[in-house]
């Protein structure tokens, strides 16, 4: 039925955040859903991402067939992995100089990029094989490994969704249960775990196959709207006592400053129940879509992975602002707008640079406006 720019708003909205909660001590990054809610950015990118790529792939599959979609997802991939290699070394490359020319070696430390200088060939070819990653660049592998295994699940969801979608949640339980999770290196496992965190990004998918039309009479009842409602409300009263220090004795059970790694349950109900209420605040054909004040961040949305990467370098910028020359709120504020509006821009050149690979040149070329030899 055409493009959601829910799903546009929503993912723009998760890429400011994603930049605005990777800036240590920044008063504005109180204003995320990190803050007041057991879920956060990274879910709704996960599940928007997960969405996109059966929109767009099922129908390359259905027309062209399942050989040319999964070549098609390959080179996703492809490219996926290439601007996360780019982003690796200018992050890397700017840390280092930052550490080195300004006399803060801690941040080698602080952001995990000391084993690029111990042990530089080992630590860099985890790198490439996505072992080994700096701090704030686990997104972006994690994206690459689902997008690499979603061809054979995106054929069963096109067959049978709900068998894939069930598939899913097993998978889910039984790494939660046996703790499975990828090796990082030097040491441990993934912070974003590809085994749980497939669940979202397979729901999004099931939802974009048909599931969010099944669901719609749930979706609707008055019934799980005020269950919706409540455990948002019950989500806020935990996550800001977390946050403020506040011990409670649901602390220990709604752990909600540790337990993404692994995706906890209560995470995946927290997103779905403020899908639930999106979607009857926020209908598909609301004006405030086309608005201008939402232009921005649909266009950042549609630009994601661009505006992703460039966030992530931006937040290390900001961070070094911050540290290096001032941490008043008014140098957050500034930070944080300045981060904000460099990523819209570069968001709409790329959406203006697209548009000029599909014109076609109106005037034909004669001999009076060929161009000249050597131009």
């Known amino acids: 039925m055409g493009r959601d720019l829910r799903l546009d708003l929503f993912r723009g909205l998760a890429n400011w955040a994603i930049f605005l ?25 996960v599940f928007i991402s997960g969405y996109t790529a059966a929109f767009v792939y099922a129908r390359r599959m259905a027309a062209q067939g399942y050989l040319a979609g999964t070549a098609l997802l390959i080179r996703r991939v492809w490219q996926l992995y ?34 690029l200088i111990e042990r530089p060939v080992a ?9 080994f990653k700096p701090l704030n660049l686990d997104v972006l592998p994690l994206y690459i490994v689902l997008m690499a295994g979603f061809a054979p699940l995106l054929m ?53 196959l048909g599931g969010a039309a099944r669901a719609q009479a749930l979706a609707r009842s008055r019934i799980v709207l005020i269950a919706s409602v409540a455990f948002v409300v019950f989500a806020f009263v935990v996550t800001v006592g977390a946050r403020l220090g506040l011990s409670t004795s649901l602390s220990p059970v709604f752990d909600v400053l540790s337990e993404k790694t692994n995706l906890a349950p209560y995470r995946i109900l927290h997103f779905l129940a403020l899908a639930v209420i999106v979607v009857r605040v926020v209908p598909r054909d609301w004006n405030g879509l086309r608005s201008r004040l939402a232009r921005p961040i649909i266009v950042c949305g549609q630009r994601s992975l661009e505006v992703f990467c460039i966030g992530i370098f931006l937040s290390f910028v900001g961070h070094f602002i911050l540290e290096m020359y001032s941490d ?16 819209t821009a570069v968001a709409l050149y790329r959406t203006w640079s697209r548009t000029l690979d599909v014109r076609s040149p109106k005037a034909p070329v004669t001999r009076g406006n060929q161009p000249k030899k050597g131009e």
């Open 123 to 131: 630590t860099l070819t985890h790198g490439l094989l996505l072992q």
């Open 21 to 45: 909660d990777h800036i240590p001590n920044n008063a504005v990054a109180w204003v995320t859903t990190r803050n007041y809610g057991f879920s956060d950015a990274a879910d709704v990118f």
């Open 328 to 343: 008043r709120l008014l140098t957050q504020i500034g930070v944080s707008v300045g981060g904000l509006l460099l990523m």
């Open 82 to 115: 290439v601007a996360h290699v780019l982003l690796f070394v200018f992050y890397a490359a700017a840390i280092g100089y930052v550490a080195q020319d300004y006399g803060h070696s801690h941040l080698l430390d602080e952001f995990n990029v000391a084993g």
């Open 156 to 208: 069963l969801m096109m067959w049978a969704p709900n068998t894939a979608l069930a598939a899913a949640t097993v998978v889910y339980l039984l790494a939660r249960h046996f703790g499975w999770n990828f090796p990082a290196y030097p040491a441990g496992g993934w912070y974003f775990n590809p085994f749980t965190w497939q669940l979202p990004f397979t729901m999004g998918a099931w939802a974009a």
